[in-house]
């Protein structure tokens, strides 16, 4: 079993900074891809940024330039850096994690709780 646990979120005002973690716990594999999702009321839920157990990372087109993720593999914690917030990045952010066993024959997701960022004056 495996658990995630967002934490960071809040109110912040337009062009202010966030710094969103997700804590990894339980059986974590070494094969392994963190995201962050967010999804917005009445919206899907999307992808902002993922970034891989050996560092590679991708961004949605949205956030690009103004996020980054980051990770720290002894901790199996993932943060997200987001500056220059605007009221459109208003949502719950969702941690993900996917992971193989050794033979990548079998994949494991798992999802977060949330936490809800908020930018408003």
């Known amino acids: 079993q495996v658990q995630l646990v967002e934490s960071g979120g809040g109110l912040v005002q337009p062009g202010g900074s966030l710094r969103l973690s997700c804590a990894a716990s339980?059986?974590?594999?070494?094969?392994?891809?963190m995201g962050w999702y967010r999804q917005a009321p009445g919206k899907e839920r999307e992808l902002v940024a993922t970034?891989?157990?050996?560092?590679?990372?991708n961004y949605a087109d949205s956030v690009k330039g103004r996020v980054t993720i980051s990770r720290d593999n002894a901790k199996n914690t993932m943060y997200l850096q987001m500056n220059s917030l605007k009221p459109e990045d208003t949502a719950v952010y969702y941690c993900?994690?996917?992971?193989?066993?050794?033979?990548?024959?079998?994949?494991?997701?798992?999802w977060g709780q949330g936490t809800q960022v908020t930018v408003s004056s």
């Open positions: 970034i891989a157990s050996g560092g590679d990372t």
């Open positions: 339980g059986r974590i594999f070494s094969i392994n891809v």
């Open positions: 993900n994690l996917n992971q193989w066993a050794v033979n990548k024959g079998t994949r494991y997701g798992y």
